[in-house]
């Protein structure tokens, strides 16, 4: 039976050129799978699929070459097939990084072949979803020569689930995907989330939530834990997951847990926490061969600790280095590996400095299989922010970059917002101009370093609860796997994969989706550097969605006299947290860039930008034309009635409707906001409003 929901990229939708489709029926109607081991079950079962939707036909799956054809699809290690080994280079393949695999055509006693090879399991599944790809992208492959290998070791996803709530922390796709109550039983869903995350390479998922308590209260006013992800730790859920943990093991994906800091008292039933506390340290150890028995190849655990309510090192009167390396240690035997997160802050009036602070003295202190996770910019996963000032200075410690996948502050999956141009941003930024090789992109390639993107996929149809959110998820895992790669590359793969290849149509989604970004920057922050200016609420996840910019004074620094924050050499030195090089462009407001001029600096509401206009009318205009903007997109959107399928068509161009009647309240507030501090009015008439 078809599951109701959606198959995302994974359509694999029948190839109507019939040239095409004839030379992809040649070399991939019969398919000889290895046979060696339990994960390659993944392989067949998505060749099946694939190869079925995409030939026309159900391909037939040998367990030996088969000789009666005119060509055929290899697939398996040089060690297990000797088809293989005759058609690849064998070193280069056992050189390969781990998931690395190579796509080639050869000949086999006067046959031809396609081989997919790698030296690892993981590599053959990854190099089998490639080759869907190209296939699914209309890519010739009749003389194919592929390489592949990851740029970066881990790929994760944080996938922020709520055991037991059956909840997604800014999930915004609907109910949780995993059920940890039923587990071992599994879900035909597990398995689709697993395919989705394989096919871009993603290769390690951190089952629930970074926050893994919330005190909370009930109706009855009774103390309660609203949230309680520290109890998979526990004996009893450990057990659960061994299922869940061999099914995503099939596509490489290593499981991980975020784990609470206060899990020795809080399980173990010890007096303390604290990581100098030798019994603390056996706990962990123990708790870690535990975990080891049931999971042998477990990813290892993620720590929120010191942060927003999560217990830390700082309760026990100890800091990062002994908490991270306590559970280190206990991991190290196995293997495995700690990501502590570097989102610390609440010690420094502004967010922005405390993290470089806090964690760059300590740079060499933790242990190898420690690596800091540290969000892009220093503030939190804003739609525009520099890029923190950790990377590039923090030499002797292993680095995660934490990236969110989920639009948490780019309107919430109502909202369209391809977040690839902004991590592309990141990415390619030099974290020292004078040095060489330091971009952000190429500090994640030795053991222990790489991405880590937050967004959990929910139970809604779509998955991601937008259908172009859907490109977030793929672009991220693509980035990881390569962040060479350049954006338009990625768009048109997934567009192609997602939307199939009329030109029309292929062209209007492209520009939608490059448009989109800038937009959502331009009416939620004006556009030249302000940023955090959400409504909060009182609930106990944050709104983050409506307008609240005058509850943020800290950030935004508006004064009649003027707006923004100087966090620069006459403030509070943010600036100089950079390389000399960059503390000097950011510093100088003539020099700054533009688009974090007011993240840098206080400036008066008349100051004068290089283009003539003054902060205020830019502030003015820059709100206007987001909303313009996003008018246009949704007109483009329009335009794919009856081009595209109705579910994907009717439901983006309804939260187009919605996207383009919330930015302009979005506007309404930004502008009226600068309007009552500065009491300039604008230029074009526009504000003060009469309403
Ligand atoms: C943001 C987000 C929280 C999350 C936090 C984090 O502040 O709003 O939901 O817990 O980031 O990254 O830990």
């Not at 290690?77 to 280069?92: G, N």
């Not at 790809?133 to 944080?158: G, K, Q, W, Y």
């Not at 450990?238 to 995503?248: F, H």
């Not at 331009?522 to 910019?549: F, K, Q, R, V």
Request: aromatic fraction near 10%.
């Amino acid at each position: 039976m078809q599951p109701d929901y959606d198959d995302c990229w994974l359509r694999y939708r029948e190839v109507r050129d019939e040239a095409l489709r004839a030379s992809y029926r040649r070399l991939c109607s019969h398919a000889y799978v290895s046979e060696q081991s339990r994960e390659l079950g993944a392989v067949r079962e998505e060749l099946r699929r694939g190869l079925g939707g995409l030939l026309g036909r159900d391909p037939h799956l040998w367990q030996h070459p088969p000789r009666t054809t005119d060509g055929f699809l290899a697939v398996g290690t040089p060690a297990d097939m000797d088809v293989v080994a005759q058609c690849v280079d064998e070193e280069r393949v056992a050189d390969l990084a781990e998931g690395g695999y190579v796509i080639t055509t050869g000949e086999w006693e006067g046959t031809d072949v396609l081989v997919v090879s790698a030296s690892s399991d993981s590599g053959l599944v990854y190099g089998t979803f490639h080759l869907l790809r190209l296939l699914s992208n209309h890519e010739p492959i009749e003389d194919v020569h592929v390489v592949e290998e990851p740029a970066s070791p881990d790929r994760l996803i944080n996938h922020w689930d709520n055991p037991f709530r059956g909840s997604v922390e800014r999930g915004y796709a609907g109910q949780s995907v995993f059920d940890f109550e039923t587990l071992p039983d599994l879900r035909e869903r597990y398995r689709d989330y697993a395919r989705l995350l394989a096919s871009v390479g993603i290769n390690g998922i951190v089952l629930n939530n970074v926050n893994t308590q919330i005190p909370g209260r009930d109706s009855a006013n009774e103390a309660m834990d609203v949230l309680e992800g520290w109890r998979l730790l526990e004996t009893r859920y450990l057990e659960k997951l061994t299922g869940l943990a061999s099914l995503l093991r099939r596509y490489g994906t290593t499981t991980y847990l975020s784990v609470n800091f206060g899990a020795p008292e809080k399980i173990g039933g010890l007096d303390t926490s604290d990581p100098n506390d030798p019994e603390v340290a056996q706990w962990w150890a123990e708790k870690a061969d535990e975990i080891y028995d049931l999971i042998p190849d477990f990813g290892g655990f993620l720590v929120k600790a010191d942060s927003e309510g999560q217990p830390g090192p700082y309760n026990y009167d100890a800091d990062h280095v002994d908490g991270a390396n306590v559970l280190a240690e206990a991991l190290e035997p196995h293997g495995g590996r700690v990501w502590w997160r570097a989102f610390v802050y609440g010690s420094h009036k502004d967010r922005a400095v405390q993290q470089y602070d806090t964690f760059e003295p300590l740079d060499g202190e933790f242990r190898d299989n420690v690596t800091i996770q540290v969000k892009n910019g220093p503030i939190d996963f804003q739609p525009r922010e520099p890029v923190s000032p950790v990377f590039g200075q923090m030499p002797e410690t292993e680095l995660g970059l934490e990236l969110q996948i989920t639009g948490e502050y780019t309107g919430q999956h109502v909202h369209a917002c391809y977040h690839v141009p902004m991590w592309k941003e990141v990415l390619e930024f030099d974290t020292d101009p004078e040095g060489h090789g330091t971009k952000v992109k190429d500090l994640f390639t030795d053991e222990g370093t790489g991405m880590a993107g937050v967004g959990g996929p929910g139970e809604d149809r779509s998955w991601t609860g937008h259908y172009l959110a859907q490109a977030n998820l793929y672009g991220y895992g693509r980035l990881a796997w390569d962040p060479d790669l350049e954006t338009e590359a990625i768009t048109d793969e997934w567009v192609r994969q997602t939307f199939g290849h009329d030109p029309d149509v292929v062209e209007t989604v492209t520009d939608i989706m490059h448009d989109t970004w800038p937009a959502v920057i331009d009416y939620s922050t004006g556009g030249i550097g302000l940023m955090h200016m959400m409504y909060n609420g009182e609930a106990y996840l944050e709104n983050h969605y409506d307008p609240g910019p005058e509850e943020w004074p800290g950030y935004t620094g508006a004064t009649e006299d003027g707006i923004g924050k100087d966090r620069n050499s006459e403030g509070n030195g943010y600036a100089q947290q950079y390389p000399d090089a960059l503390a000097d462009l950011y510093d100088d407001p003539e020099s700054c860039p533009k688009e974090l001029l007011l993240f840098f600096h206080h400036l008066p509401w008349d100051y004068e930008l290089s283009d003539g206009r003054t902060v205020v009318q830019t502030l003015y205009d820059n709100c206007h034309a987001g909303v313009e903007e996003a008018r246009r997109l949704r007109e483009e959107w329009r335009t794919l009635e009856g081009e595209i399928d109705e579910e994907r068509y009717r439901h983006v161009a309804e939260r187009f409707d919605e996207q383009v009647e919330h930015a302009g309240i979005w506007r309404d507030r930004l502008t009226d906001f600068f309007y009552d501090y500065s009491g300039i009015a604008d230029e074009k008439g526009r504000v003060p409003r009469e309403d």
